[in-house]
T-cell receptor, first 115, second 109 residues
Framework: DAGVIQSPRHEVTEMGQEVTLRCKPI?????LFWYRQTMMRGLELLIY????????DSGMPEDRFSAKMPNASFSTLKIQPSEPRDSAVYFC?????????????FGPGTRLTVL | QKEVEQNSGPLSVPEGAIASLNCTYS??????FFWYRQYSGKSPELIMS????GDKEDGRFTAQLNKASQYVSLLIRDSQPSDSATYLC?????????FGQGTTLQVKP
């Protein structure tokens, strides 16, 4: 089992540029989560999907952030335009049964630096 | 927003000692709790889950849940330098996990 796959692992970009982060969940998992982690704010849930449908996007900081899940094996998180305060590690996680007592498996993360 | 409070640490213990990590939560309806471990530069991984009051043991790890006090803890016996990491507690709320800020544990040889 390959686990959750994220790409790229590192991204350095300049303010104002578009950034796209990618995630492939574990096969058979119906839930997919996007998190952001910073020293100041810890691990924050941005959005999660159930069966490719966005369920809760209340954690998405603003309209510059968008997420899609066109099929069960792929999701993207896009930031346009990016700002220095978006610098963080972005994790994707997947699980069989959402947050209700089921293990979430995290990908290795994408470290984003916006200059 | 449902809150989870953890002391950020760092908590420093000598090798072989018992490390005690604590978490308080505000949602009285919470039925289950999880402890995730995150090594520096790595992603969180689940190490313990607990669903009922009392203790749950798994090897050197013991999770303790006290719903009346809204308190959950993780004890690590015979701490090893390899246990040095950040430990995050979390509970499910409306289909998602609410994470604490995490406690950094340092086990000194």
């Amino acid at each position: 089992d390959a686990g959750v796959i994220q790409s790229p692992r590192h991204e350095v970009t300049e303010m104002g540029q578009e950034v796209t982060l990618r995630c492939k969940p574990i096969s058979g998992h119906d839930y997919l989560f996007w998190y952001r982690q910073t020293m100041m704010r810890g691990l924050e849930l941005l959005i999660y999907f159930n069966n490719n449908v966005p369920i809760d996007d209340s954690g998405m900081p603003e309209d510059r952030f968008s997420a899609k899940m066109p099929n069960a094996s792929f999701s993207t998180l896009k930031i346009q335009p990016s700002e220095p305060r978006d610098s963080a590690v972005y994790f994707c996680a997947s699980s069989l049964a959402g947050g209700w007592g089921d293990t979430q498996y995290f990908g290795p993360g994408t470290r984003l630096t916006v200059l | 927003q449902k809150e989870v409070e953890q002391n950020s640490g760092p908590l420093s213990v000598p090798e072989g000692a018992i490390a005690s990590l604590n978490c308080t939560y505000s949602d009285r309806g919470s039925q289950s709790f999880f402890w995730y471990r995150q090594y520096s530069g790595k992603s969180p991984e689940l190490i313990m889950s607990i669903y009922s009051n009392g203790d749950k043991e798994d090897g050197r790890f013991t999770a303790q849940l006290n719903k009346a006090s809204q308190y959950v803890s993780l004890l690590i016996r015979d701490s090893q330098p390899s246990d040095s990491a950040t430990y995050l507690c979390a509970y499910p709320f409306t289909g998602k996990l609410i994470f604490g800020q995490g406690t950094t544990l340092q086990v000194k040889p």
